[in-house]
């Protein structure tokens, strides 16, 4: 058996997505409306398909993967996990550091694992047209890319600084047969009220999403994608730690400690959730979030209701938030901007159920430097922040002289992200952390819902 790559056969493609939601120790905190009441289904059906939105609020453990979906999924699924023997011998730890690989779909991350559901579940109910926000590109990608494997039209939405600095992430798109307009834009009201308050607004995602969702709200025929954050996007990525179970066995080895970038969570609970019945059943381990320091929403944020917005046109969520009119610092190049994350990643770590981290920004893209050098895969830059952590447990070890299985997902490559490499290697990149006079200002603008 090979022991730098363990492979599944496309039969052990997991058949059925791992829903956490049943297993929580508390349930979950409901999503509120505008009336500061539980959202309902039925508000919902403006921008979500049916089955989406059963899956947003569903009891239920395991739910069966469409076959279309399978179909879709095969093109790059089941995805590698590595053992990085080369980063460990570079590291001379006695930790044994693997990495599940998810830069292997066509987009180059994990995203399309939940792109392909989405418009499969979309186009079952009679939409035609997708319409999504992006910032550093990966995700409009991702729905570019199912869209044209299911017939469905996507516009993109993406942060303007972005679509300016990211002129091959808009070709990719337009290449999958996607619109690309750089948001704010005066398609929408949201952007329209944007850009005559500041020409010059250079985009956020929170704003981005407000453009896609009053579009998507406003046409019979058009959806709204997420691509993080939402239950039933952590419930598709599930797919990855179903795997990630299978090939430990394969090599009878188990993880100590999981780390994921964190974003919106969708790595996070993606890798995280299908191995906490092992953690409720006694088994020591340590699941960590990582995220930036200039974006430190689990670490510094408040665990309140907030929007998922800027404008205020999403349900409320109780979560760690930066607060909705979150502008990330502009020296800021490694992604992980949201200002909130996922209400269930947020609830499993405020019980103390999953951990977090937060790490600088430079010793982020050292380590996807290092990372490089040694395995040959140059990390995106959000994953970087993942290898940052895994190299400090894996020195940790080397310190304490201790055996320790590290895994952790390499959520994709970085091949459309030289230009931040670019700027890290030009000494360009600074560390930066989030002001706590920001913070104070933040609360200030949260909903006021206990
Ligand atoms: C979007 C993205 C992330 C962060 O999103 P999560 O939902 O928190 O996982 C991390 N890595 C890559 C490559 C991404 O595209």
Redesign the pocket.
């Known amino acids: 058996m090979s022991e730098h790559k363990i492979l599944l056969d496309e039969s052990e493609l997991p058949t059925h997505w791992y829903n956490v939601i049943p297993d929580l120790p508390t349930p979950m905190a409901p999503y509120m409306g505008p009336d500061k009441q539980p959202v309902t289904p039925e508000s919902m059906q403006a921008i979500f398909p049916p089955a989406i939105i059963e899956q947003e609020m569903s009891d239920q453990r395991w739910i069966e993967i469409p076959e279309p979906v399978r179909e879709a999924l095969y093109l790059w699924r089941p995805s590698p996990l590595y053992r990085a023997k080369r980063l460990e011998k570079m590291l001379d730890t006695p930790a044994r550091i693997y990495f599940k690989y998810?830069?292997v779909s066509p987009a180059?991350?994990?995203?399309p694992n939940s792109a392909v559901a989405q418009a499969y579940y979309n186009k079952q109910a009679g939409i035609h047209r997708m319409t999504t926000e992006t910032g550093?590109g990966?995700?409009g990608s991702s729905l570019a890319l199912a869209g044209q494997m299911f017939g469905l039209d996507v516009r993109v939405y993406m942060v303007d600084v972005s679509y300016r600095q990211k002129p091959f992430r808009r070709s990719m798109m337009e290449t999958w047969g996607a619109e690309v307009i750089p948001s704010p834009s005066r398609n929408t009201e949201a952007g329209r009220n944007a850009l005559d308050k500041d020409p010059e607004n250079p985009g956020s995602l929170g704003l981005a999403i407000s453009e896609a969702v009053e579009e998507a709200a406003g046409r019979k025929d058009t959806n709204y994608g997420l691509?993080?954050?939402l239950n039933h996007?952590l419930l598709h990525?599930t797919v990855i730690g179903q795997e990630a179970k299978k090939q430990f066995e394969k090599v009878g080895d188990s993880p100590d400690v999981i780390l994921?970038?964190?974003?919106?969570?969708?790595?996070?609970g993606?890798i995280m959730f299908p191995f906490l019945a092992d953690k409720a059943a006694g088994k020591d381990i340590r699941m960590v979030a990582v995220e930036p320091t200039s974006c430190p929403t689990l670490t510094r944020g408040h665990y309140a209701y907030d929007y998922g917005d800027s404008v205020g046109l999403t349900p409320i969520m109780k979560m760690y938030t930066l607060g909705h009119d979150f502008m990330p610092p502009g020296i800021h190049a490694g992604?992980?901007r949201?200002h909130g994350d996922?209400v269930l990643v947020s609830q499993l770590y405020h019980e103390g159920i999953l951990e977090a981290v937060a790490v600088p920004q430079v010793a982020t893209f050292e380590a996807g430097v290092m990372f490089a050098r040694a395995q040959g895969i140059i990390p995106?830059p959000?994953?970087a922040h993942a290898v940052r952590a895994a190299i400090d447990e894996a020195l940790q070890a080397k310190e304490e002289g201790k055996e320790k299985t590290i895994l952790f997902t390499l959520?994709?490559h970085g091949h459309f992200d030289m230009a931040a490499y670019d700027r890290y290697f030009a000494g360009e990149l600074e560390d930066f952390d989030y002001p706590e006079d920001a913070l104070g200002k933040a609360l200030r603008t949260l909903p006021d819902i206990e």
């Open positions: 998810e830069g180059g991350s994990h995203k550093a990966q995700w691509g993080s954050v996007v990525q994921a970038p964190c974003g919106g969570g969708s790595n996070v993606g992604g992980l949201y996922s995106a959000e994953s959520s994709g």
